[in-house]
C-alpha cells in the first residue's frame, strides 16, 4: 500500500497534512468507527477521500446536496481519482458512466444524497460495488432539532448495519447536544474514535458594526474589496434583489439568490458564482451550503444571523483556502426583536425554545462583546485562545462604561409602564421628551421622566439594544413587541449586581479595517497573468476556475515563481496529474519559455526521484557508446529509467530483475547506476 502522505503529495499537490488531518486518516484507514468535527476549510474531505484510495473497494459518501457532490466529484476527476455521484441531476449517460465504473473496479468514490437510501435496492448495489466504508458529510443533519435537519439521513444506520463496514462521520458544526445525537444515531450509542479539532479559523478577519443605513454600510465595505469574490447574507428574500441592483449600479458584478427562485434560475446562479472571479452573491442562507468555492475572500451578514452555529457556519464559506478572507455582521435591535419573535412564534416545545434563545444570546454575547471576538466565539465551542489581534475588537477595544444606572433607569421606565412599549417610547420618557404620546398616557409624570438626560437618545438606543444582547430584556410577541424584563435583570434592578456595557455610537458605525492585499504589489501583475491563463483554461473545459486552480496556488505561484516543472511540483496543490494537464501552461506564463518533460519524467516531478532519473539519464546518455565512445550504440528508455529510480535496486543482479537489461546493458551501465543510487 503506498503511504497516505505520498499520495497526499502525488494526487493532490500538498507537501503535508494539515493539524489533526493525519490523525483522522490513520483512524479512517485502520477501519475504525469515526466522528471528526473539524472547522469548515479545515480539510474534512480530504480525511475520507485519501482513506479512500489507499483501502481496498469502493468508498460511499452520503451527502447533503447535488451541488457539494458534483463540486467534490469535479475536483476528484481533475485530480486524476476515478469518482463518481448517483443524483437526481444526472443525465441518463452519467448515471450509466457510474455503473460501467463500478463493473470494471474502477470506481473508488461513490457520492450519493441521503435521500436514495430510500430506495430499495442501494443495499444490494453497494455490496456488488465492494463498498468497504461508509463517509457522512455534514452529519449534523442528522440532528432533529439541528436547522439543517435531513429525515433520510436516520436511514444511515441501518445502512452501516446492512453492509458491516466502518463509518467515518464528518461535520463542522455540532455542539455537545448534536454530538450525542450522531452517536446515537450513526452508531447505535457505541462511541466511535472521536476528534474535535478545533473551530479556530485563523484566517478570517471578524467584525460586527451596529446598523447605521446598512445598504450604504454594505456598498461601502463592497467597494473596499472590488474584483473579489463575496457573499452577503440577507434575512429576507425580497431584500437580496434590492441590495444585488444596488450593488449592481455601483459597478460590481452581482445577483441575488432565494428559496422562492426557480430551480433553474438557482442553479445559474450557482454554476455562475464557481466559475466567474469577483461574483458577489447576495442571498439569504439558502445558498452556499453546496458550494466549495475555496476562494471567497469576504462575507458580509446585513442582518444578523439566526444562532452562533449559523453565523459559524456561514463565516466559514470565506476563506477555506487558508488565504486572508474577511467577514462583517450588521446587527441593530430590528434583528433582535426579529430573533426573538422567529423563537417565541414557532412550534417548538419550551424546552427547545429555551435553548434557541440560549443560542441567540451567545450570538448577541459576540456582537456586544467587550474583548476580543476570537476568544467569545472559541470559548461558545468549548475552546480557549489568547487574543486574536485579527478581530475588530483587537485592532480597536471597545470603549466601556459602567452602566449600571443606566439600566436600571431603563428598567424602572419599562416597569413603570407595564411592559406595554417598546426601546422608541421609552427613550422618549427616560430624555424627557414630552411627545404627544407620552402626554396622553400621562407618563410626562413618572418619576423617571427625565432621568436620563444625561445620556444622548443614539445612547440610550445602545443601551435597550445591549440589554437585550444581554437577555436582559425581551420583545413580547403577546404584547405587539413591547419590551419585558427577564429574570437576569432582577440583580441589578435591585442593586444587587452591576454591568458594564460599550459606549457603541451611531457615530462609530463604520468598520476601519484596512483590507489584506492577496500577493504584494511586486507580485500582482504576475498573479493577475496566472488568474487570466486559469480563467481561459477554466472556460474551455467548462469547469469552474478553482478547479484548474484555487486562488492560495496561484499565490504561492506569483510568490515563488518556479522556473522549472520540478519546482512547479512543489507549489500546495499541484498534484501529478495537474501537474500533467497545466503545468507547462503556468510554467509559460511565468517564465515566458515553455518546458517538456518525457511522460515518464514527468510522474517523478518535484519527487527525489526525479533527481535519480535525470542522473541516471546523464550516465545512460554518457555511455551510450561506452566508457571509450567506441562501443556498439546502447541506449534505455525513459520507462525503463523510471523504474529503476523508483525501485532503487541495490545489487546488479536486483538492478536486470528490476529493469530487464540482460547481459550487456548490465555491463555496460551496471556498476555507474549503483553508484547513482547510492550517492541519491
Known amino acids: 500500500m503506498i503511504p497516505p502522505a505520498d499520495l497526499l503529495q502525488r494526487v ?77 441531476g444526472n443525465t441518463e449517460e452519467e448515471t450509466e458512466e457510474v455503473f460501467r465504473a463500478i463493473d470494471e473496479g474502477r470506481l473508488k468514490l461513490l457520492y450519493m444524497a441521503p435521500e436514495r437510501l430510500a430506495s430499495g435496492g442501494v443495499v444490494q448495489l453497494l455490496r456488488r460495488a465492494k463498498c468497504s466504508l461508509i463517509a457522512v458529510d455534514e452529519a449534523h443533519c442528522v440532528s432533529q432539532w439541528g436547522h439543517d435537519f435531513r429525515p433520510d439521513y436516520l436511514r444511515i444506520g441501518e445502512l452501516r448495519r446492512a453492509l458491516g463496514v466502518p463509518l467515518a462521520a464528518f461535520t463542522a458544526t455540532a455542539d455537545e447536544e448534536t454530538r450525542a445525537e450522531i452517536v446515537t444515531r450513526l452508531f447505535d450509542g457505541q462511541p466511535p474514535a472521536t476528534f474535535l479539532r478545533g473551530f479556530d479559523r485563523p484566517n478570517i478577519h471578524l467584525s460586527f458594526v451596529v446598523k447605521d443605513k446598512p445598504r450604504d454600510q454594505i456598498l461601502r465595505y463592497a467597494a473596499a474589496r472590488r474584483g473579489q469574490s463575496g457573499i452577503v447574507y440577507c434575512a429576507a428574500r425580497a431584500r437580496t434583489e434590492v441590495l444585488a441592483q444596488a450593488l449592481r449600479e455601483a459597478g460590481h458584478s452581482a445577483c441575488h439568490y432565494h428559496g422562492g427562485m426557480e430551480a433553474e434560475d438557482r442553479r445559474r446562479v450557482e454554476i455562475r458564482f464557481q466559475q466567474e472571479d ?246 500582482a501583475p504576475l498573479l493577475s497573468a496566472l488568474k487570466a491563463k486559469r480563467r481561459a483554461l477554466a472556460e474551455a473545459a467548462g469547469v469552474p476556475a478553482y478547479v484548474i486552480f484555487p ?53 517523478l516531478a518535484g519527487r527525489v526521484e526525479g533527481e535519480v532519473f535525470d542522473r541516471l539519464a546523464e550516465v545512460s546518455q554518457r555511455l551510450y557508446r561506452g566508457e571509450d565512445g567506441t562501443g556498439k550504440p546502447m541506449s534505455l528508455s525513459p520507462g525503463v529509467l523510471r523504474k529503476i529510480a523508483e525501485r532503487r535496486p541495490t545489487t546488479l543482479s536486483e538492478l536486470d530483475r528490476v529493469a530487464d537489461l540482460g547481459p550487456a546493458r548490465i555491463e555496460r551501465f551496471g556498476s555507474a547506476f549503483l553508484d547513482v543510487l547510492r550517492a541519491g
Open 12 to 88: 493532490f499537490g500538498f507537501p503535508g497534512f494539515r493539524p489533526g488531518q493525519e490523525e483522522i486518516v490513520q483512524a479512517v484507514l485502520a477501519g475504525r468507527n469515526t466522528l471528526a468535527i473539524m472547522p469548515t476549510g479545515g480539510g474534512k474531505s480530504l480525511c475520507f477521500q485519501l482513506p479512500a484510495l489507499c483501502r481496498e473497494g469502493v468508498t460511499v459518501v452520503i451527502s447533503p446536496l447535488i451541488a457539494l457532490m458534483r463540486d467534490q466529484v469535479r475536483g476528484l476527476r481533475a485530480a486524476g481519482v476515478e469518482a463518481g455521484a448517483l443524483t437526481s
Open 551 to 603: 486562488d492560495r496556488t496561484l499565490m504561492e505561484m506569483a510568490e515563488r515563481r518556479p522556473t522549472t516543472l520540478d519546482q512547479m511540483a512543489q507549489i500546495t496543490g499541484v498534484g501529478a496529474k495537474k501537474l500533467e494537464s497545466y503545468g507547462a501552461e503556468f510554467l509559460a506564463v511565468i517564465t515566458g519559455a515553455v518546458e517538456s518533460l518525457h511522460p515518464a519524467r514527468m510522474r
Open 278 to 523: 469577483g461574483l458577489i452573491v447576495v442571498a439569504t442562507i439558502a445558498f452556499g451550503m453546496g458550494i466549495d468555492k475555496p476562494d471567497i475572500r469576504w462575507v458580509a451578514h446585513a442582518d444578523l444571523p439566526k444562532s452562533i452555529e449559523a453565523y459559524y457556519q456561514e463565516i466559514g464559506r470565506a476563506g477555506r483556502d487558508g488565504a486572508p478572507a474577511e467577514t462583517l455582521t450588521l446587527y441593530g435591535p430590528d434583528d433582535i426583536r426579529l430573533r426573538r419573535s422567529q423563537i417565541d412564534e414557532g412550534l417548538a416545545p419550551p424546552d427547545r425554545k429555551a435553548a434557541d434563545h440560549a443560542r441567540l444570546n451567545a450570538l448577541l454575547g459576540l456582537a456586544e462583546a467587550m474583548g476580543c471576538r476570537r476568544q467569545v466565539l472559541l470559548g461558545y465551542f468549548g475552546e480557549t485562545s489568547e487574543p486574536c489581534g485579527n478581530c475588530d475588537l483587537c485592532a480597536r477595544p471597545a470603549d466601556l462604561f459602567d452602566a449600571t444606572e443606566a439600566v436600571r433607569k431603563a428598567l424602572s421606565a419599562i416597569l413603570r409602564t407595564g411592559e406595554w412599549f417598546g426601546s422608541g417610547h421609552l427613550i422618549d420618557i427616560l430624555t424627557g421628551t414630552a411627545t404627544p404620546k407620552v402626554r396622553e398616557r400621562g407618563h410626562d409624570q413618572l418619576p423617571t421622566f427625565a432621568v436620563g438626560r444625561d445620556l444622548s437618545k443614539p445612547a440610550w438606543g445602545a443601551v435597550f439594544r445591549q440589554m437585550m444582547g444581554r437577555d436582559l430584556i425581551r420583545p413580547d410577541p403577546d404584547r405587539h413587541g413591547a419590551l419585558r424584563m427577564t429574570d437576569a435583570a432582577r440583580p441589578i434592578l435591585r442593586g444587587e449586581a452591576s454591568i458594564t456595557l460599550r459606549r457603541d455610537t451611531v457615530e462609530a458605525a463604520t468598520p476601519r479595517v484596512a483590507v489584506k492585499t492577496m500577493v504584494s504589489e511586486e507580485d
